[in-house]
């Protein structure tokens, strides 16, 4: 008698406390949403991750921006953010100075063509440019029979003018001479950023 009453006990701890137990695992499993804020580590770290590779000093312009690129988008790919988030995280990051505008719209014109532009034309983004004397257009175009739209984006660097380059410039206009626009840099991954792993 004193087993089953037991048993009816031991039974009826169990039935009470599985919910409980339940929605504890519900809840360990459950992690917030990544925000624009919460990512701002996550593309601090991948782009560090992509400067610590050996000889990183040592590449390119444009070989320093594949890599930056590639490891930031590889992260927030992995983070399950939305496009949305992710825009706003980019552009967040260029305010801060984490990674340069021509890294941020190269990044979002991999999630979406609305995620390019709205990157594109945040005032942190064009403002760093600005700054910095480089630029970056971004087109979008139907590339298959689907019409399926896919990004373009056009980085140039800071223009390297003549020493009297202006001078020079105003007077073959005044005298209806042909101007020839100045020879543009590779477009430079850490002009205007601030992070560490660009200092060298």
Not at 60 to 74: G, H, P, R, T, Y
Not at 110 to 138: D, K, N, R
């Amino acid at each position: 008698m004193a087993s089953n009453r037991v048993r009816a006990i031991a039974i009826s701890l169990a039935v009470a406390l599985a919910p409980i137990g339940a929605g504890a695992v519900w809840a360990q499993n459950t992690q917030a949403a990544p925000t624009a804020t919460s990512l701002q580590a996550t593309i601090q770290q991948a782009a560090a991750s992509a400067a610590a590779q050996p000889g990183f000093a040592r590449l390119s312009a444009q070989a320093k921006l594949a890599a930056i690129q590639a490891a930031v988008s590889n992260a927030l790919a992995a983070s399950g953010a939305s496009p949305a988030v992710i825009s706003a995280a980019l552009v967040q990051a260029v305010a801060s100075g984490t990674v340069s505008a021509g890294v941020a719209i190269q990044v979002a014109a991999g999630v979406s063509p609305e995620a390019a532009q709205q990157v594109a034309s945040a005032p942190a983004v064009t403002q760093q440019l600005a700054q910095t004397g480089q630029s970056a257009t971004v087109t979008t175009a139907a590339t298959d029979a689907g019409g399926a739209p896919s990004v373009l984006v056009s980085l140039q660097g800071a223009a390297s003018a003549a020493p009297d380059g202006g001078a020079a410039a105003g007077a073959g206009a005044g005298a209806g001479g042909a101007t020839t626009a100045p020879p543009t840099a590779p477009y430079d991954p850490c002009a205007g950023v601030v992070a560490a792993y660009c200092g060298s």
